[in-house]
T-cell receptor, first 112, second 114 residues
Framework: QKEVEQNSGPLSVPEGAIASLNCTYS??????FFWYRQYSGKSPELIMF??SNGDKEDGRFTAQLNKASQYVSLLIRDSQPSDSATYLC????????????WGLGTSLAVNP | GAGVSQSPRYKVTKRGQDVALRCDPI?????LYWYRQALGQGPEFLTY????????KSGLPNDRFSAERPEGSISTLTIQRTEQRDSAMYRC????????????FGPGTRLLVL
């Protein structure tokens, strides 16, 4: 079982819709959770991080964390064509090791 | 510097040659990470440093791969006796020591082994 799992997609949504991206992780002691966006041919860039159970909102983006279910999601409201990219989920495990475990990414296409 | 920089941006080498990839992190960032990323995949962890100390090298594929950060700033990832399967994008990232592990990525080095 891979430590961080994401649906590879592609996920296709119409412009203006809500895009929902999901990620599950296997290490129950994981502490920190990150969503990165990666455009084709570019480096990953941080969108949001979340540490506590519940929701965290930043503009059109909402991260949701449920540690009991070992599940973290990213919602993108009012999706725009410019949101079309691969979304990577990354998880920091328990302890002092700063290593992040990465999912394979979900490809999102927002259709005008 | 303003961001993480990596050099060279592209490297073409012949099988069996050694290559050295350089990473210059954001000024003041304590932690530095090396990843390898295949097309259509997420980053694959290789190793990371806090200051000059290599904290975790569990992701290095074999003993042909090594990394150093002798003065706690610039880091070099060296691949000896390169093989075609080493061809990939090699990415470097850095983070602060505030306890929040947000990592900022450089542009990457595209390595092609012929």
């Amino acid at each position: 079982q891979k430590e961080v799992e994401q649906n590879s997609g592609p996920l296709s949504v119409p412009e203006g819709a809500i895009a929902s991206l999901n990620c599950t992780y296997s290490d129950r002691g994981s502490q920190s959770f990150f969503w990165y966006r990666q455009y084709s041919g570019k480096s990953p860039e941080l969108i949001m991080f979340i540490y506590s159970n519940g929701d965290k909102e930043d503009g059109r983006f909402t991260a949701q964390l449920n540690k009991a279910s070992q599940y973290v999601s990213l919602l993108i409201r009012d999706s725009q064509p410019s949101d079309s990219a691969t979304y990577l989920c990354a998880v920091k495990g328990a302890g002092n090791n700063r290593k992040l475990i990465w999912g394979l990414g979900t490809s999102l296409a927002v259709n005008p | 510097g303003a961001g993480v920089s990596q050099s060279p941006r592209y490297k073409v080498t012949k099988r069996g040659q050694d290559v050295a990839l350089r990473c210059d992190p954001i000024s003041g960032h304590v932690s530095l990470y090396w990843y390898r990323q295949a097309l259509g995949q997420g980053p694959e962890f290789l190793t990371y440093f806090n200051y000059e100390a290599q904290q975790d090298k569990s992701g290095l594929p074999n003993d042909r791969f090594s990394a150093e950060r002798p003065e706690g700033s610039i880091s070099t990832l060296t691949i000896q006796r390169t093989e075609q399967r080493d061809s990939a994008m090699y990415r470097c990232a850095s983070s602060e020591t505030s306890g929040r592990e947000t990592q900022y990525f450089g542009p990457g080095t595209r390595l092609l082994v012929l």
